[in-house]
């Protein structure tokens, strides 16, 4: 099994927010995204500051959000994966 790249981690990340309706608490998001806790806390931090994602209080419970910044990540990587199949790279 191949070792994931950092902008294959990142890109995961921003999906799995987007495909829970673009709202997960951190705990269900650790577990699908498979890194450990340590690994997860700083992509996070990063995805945060780099203004990626955003934390909202629903029901007095923290959850994550994709911000525009973070859907134009995915789209533009979807991009990106569609040259590499096409150009069998």
């Known amino acids: 099994m191949k070792k994931r790249e950092r902008l294959e981690i990142i890109y995961d990340i921003l999906v799995l927010i987007n495909k829970n309706h673009n709202q997960i608490k951190p705990t269900p998001l650790l577990r699908k995204s498979n890194l450990s806790s340590s690994q997860f806390d700083k ?34 990587y979807r991009i990106i994966l569609k040259i590499i199949e096409d150009f069998d790279l």
């Open 43 to 76: 992509y996070i931090l990063e995805l945060i500051e780099k203004d990626f994602i955003e934390i909202c209080i629903v029901d007095s419970k923290k959850h994550y959000s994709l911000t525009k910044k973070g859907f134009e990540y995915i789209n533009k």
